[in-house]
């Protein structure tokens, strides 16, 4: 799994909302939301909403990720 690149707490604030509202589609949500960027033009706001998306995914794994202690 890739890890997210985060720019700053908004980010994980998002990720949040995208969860409360959209349960286990939160991803797939965070996925289209990047898509429609992407469409628009606006590769800024598509990567941020990828790295949203995969941040969804981390926080949704049950399984450790990188290196445990």
Do not use: K
């Not at 890890?3 to 991803?27: C, K, Q, S």
């Not at 033009?41 to 794994?61: A, D, K, M, P, T």
């Not at 049950?62 to 202690?69: K, L, N, Q, R, Y």
């Amino acid at each position: 799994m890739q890890l997210p690149y985060l720019t700053d707490r908004l980010a994980v604030h998002d990720a949040h909302e995208l969860i409360e509202r959209f349960g286990d589609d939160a991803g797939f949500e965070a996925a289209a939301r990047a898509d429609r960027s992407r469409d628009l033009g606006n590769h800024v706001h598509f990567c941020r909403w990828r790295q949203i998306e995969r941040l969804i995914l981390l926080l949704s794994s049950d399984e450790p990720v990188g290196t445990v202690h």
